[in-house]
Antibody, heavy 120, light 108 residues
Framework: QVQLVQSGAEVKKPGASVKVSCKASGYTFTSYYMHWVRQAPGQGLEWMGIINPSGGSTSYAQKFQGRVTMTRDTSTSTVYMELSSLRSEDTAVYYCAREGGGLVDAFDIWGQGTMVTVSS | QSVLTQPPSASGTPGQRVTISCSGS????????VNWYQQLPGTAPKLLIYSNNQRPSGVPDRFSGSKSGTSASLAISGLQSEDEADYYC?????????FGGGTKLTVL
């Protein structure tokens, strides 16, 4: 079945970087864009950016420009999201979400989420 | 502060019909389609409505969406206890995606 499986929880110190992975299965990896969305504790959803797994092109939310890098490995059908210069406000659950193709211009499949805690 | 505006809470009794509004602007809802997501406690969001009013397979027809101008709404009829969740609207805005702040639905 179509699914996205993310890497496990992380605890990082302020100023460090974190790299979260999202492995896709059950569909053609390069045919669907992938997005990253985060959710701080008790807060709403926040879009971080998008990667085209086919060519690797990316577009990031202005808020994260310069701190976020999204990459992909087509050999393992995995996308990665790396966030640097972490601060306490980056404590959140990070989700990868597939953008459905064709008329489904929405996030139709979501990963289970990865909790990232930033604490000294 | 979210770009799309939703009421923070909504409630209803079993069997009732409830609606959740989502207000935006000409650059997002006014020129793009709206999607709705349901997030049950402790779980990842799930696509509920796409392209303003389309339901993915498996979503009950109790859920419906509509859009007019720069606003959209989600309606839930025949409310059930398992509908208690957070609901988010979303739309493209220029080259990025914006979300509403979310509406917590309580089934009384």
């Amino acid at each position: 079945q179509v699914q996205l499986v993310q890497s496990g929880a992380e605890v990082k110190k302020p100023g460090a970087s974190v790299k979260v992975s999202c492995k896709a299965s059950g569909y053609t990896f390069t045919s669907y864009y992938m997005h990253w969305v985060r959710q701080a504790p008790g807060q709403g959803l926040e879009w971080m950016g998008i990667i085209n797994p086919s060519g690797g092109s990316t577009s990031y939310a202005q808020k994260f420009q310069g701190r976020v890098t999204m990459t992909r490995d087509t050999s393992t059908s995995t996308v990665y999201m790396e966030l640097s210069s972490l601060r306490s406000e980056d404590t959140a659950v990070y989700y990868c979400a597939r953008e459905g193709g064709g008329l489904v211009d929405a996030f139709d499949i979501w990963g289970q989420g990865t909790m990232v805690t930033v604490s000294s | 502060q979210s770009v799309l505006t939703q009421p923070p809470s909504a409630s209803g009794t079993p069997g009732q019909r409830v609606t959740i509004s989502c207000s935006g602007s000409s650059s997002n809802i006014g020129s793009n389609t709206v999607n709705w997501y349901q997030q049950l406690p402790g779980t990842a969001p799930k696509l509920l409505i796409y392209s303003n009013n389309q339901r993915p397979s498996g979503v009950p027809d109790r859920f419906s969406g509509s859009k007019s101008g720069t606003s959209a709404s989600l309606a839930i009829s025949g409310l059930q206890s398992e509908d208690e969740a957070d609901y988010y609207c979303a739309a493209w805005d220029d080259s990025h995606v914006v979300f509403g702040g979310g509406t917590k639905l309580t089934v009384l």
